[in-house]
Nanobody, 129 residues
Framework: QVRLMESGGDSVRSGGSLTLSCTPL??????????MGWFRQGSGNEREGVAT???????FYSDSVEGRFTISQDHAQNTLYLEMNSLKPEDTGIYYC?????????????????????WGQGTQVTVSS
């Protein structure tokens, strides 16, 4: 269900940086999300959970982005961010913002798309070599 909106996707060269943003279409929904995250989908690939964050600020990352990407949230602005540094061509894909309504720390740690109920429509990130 599309209840989130992403922005910030762009085309960059390898080694560059981008920051993605995500806000709920209904700001009242923000308080009902114990876990939010960023997923990406490359051509022909499954949707991969790259980073998730609990409301208390605990973060989880995939091995492929650990140390290069940073997920953060601003509760005052009801905004989720993904700061991406040292981008590589394999980071290319559609990046989706997602939110889980289940109060489960495990859901956040596992980063599985099936456990996230609300989604954005995605924003394209292209990294050229």
């Amino acid at each position: 269900q599309v209840r989130l909106m992403e922005s910030g996707g762009d085309s960059v060269r390898s080694g560059g940086s981008l920051t993605l943003s995500c806000t709920p279409l209904d700001i009242l929904a923000w308080a009902g999300y114990p876990c939010m995250g960023w997923f990406r989908q490359g051509s022909g690939n499954e949707r991969e959970g790259v980073a998730t964050i609990l409301r208390d600020g605990t973060t989880f990352y995939s091995d492929s982005v650990e140390g290069r990407f940073t997920i953060s949230q601003d509760h005052a602005q009801n905004t989720l961010y993904l700061e991406m540094n040292s981008l590589k061509p394999e980071d290319t894909g559609i990046y989706y913002c997602a939110a889980s309504v289940a109060n489960s720390r495990s859901f956040c740690r596992w980063r599985l798309a099936a456990n996230f109920a609300d989604w954005g429509q995605g924003t394209q990130v292209t990294v050229s070599s």
